[in-house]
């Protein structure tokens, strides 16, 4: 009797390693996308955040709120837009948007600036996002 000595795998083998590897990246994508989010909601968070500091630090030294982030001397970061809706001697309020979120945004106000121009902050000093 003759074995063969051929060594392979069967078509069934290799099949049945691509369903697997089909089903682990089903899970793993939405998951990845899940992260993804977080991290834009941070940033935005963050550079509001920063951009309070920031608010305070010139507030100490002019006696007012800047509507000018270069004034502030502040930065963004990278896909951030920070805008600066209100800014007077009693208050400010910011909205932060991030281009990977579309449609989704953070707001905080200050003082007596209201939650205006879209910022979804409800209570003062803290940082509210839409989702």
């Known amino acids: 009797m003759r074995r063969s000595t051929n060594r392979g795998f069967t078509l069934i083998e290799l099949l049945i390693v691509v369903v697997i ?3 682990l990246a ?31 630090i010139y507030h100490n030294a002019n006696f007012t709120y800047s ?8 930065v ?6 920070v805008t ?4 007077t001697n009693t208050g400010w309020a910011a909205t932060a948007s991030h281009s990977g979120a579309p449609g989704e945004q953070c707001g905080v106000y200050h003082g007596s600036a209201a939650a ?16």
């Open 26 to 56: 089903a899970i793993a994508i939405p998951k990845f996308s899940s992260v993804r989010q977080k991290s834009f909601r941070s940033t935005m968070m963050s550079d509001l955040k920063n951009l309070a500091a920031n608010q305070e």
């Open 21 to 23: 590897i089909g089903i």
């Open 84 to 87: 600066i809706n209100a800014g």
């Open 76 to 81: 963004q970061s990278e896909g951030v837009t």
């Open 67 to 74: 509507t000018s982030m270069t004034n502030l001397g502040a």
């Open 116 to 131: 205006a121009g879209g910022s979804p902050g409800a209570v003062e000093g803290v940082i509210a996002c839409t989702y």
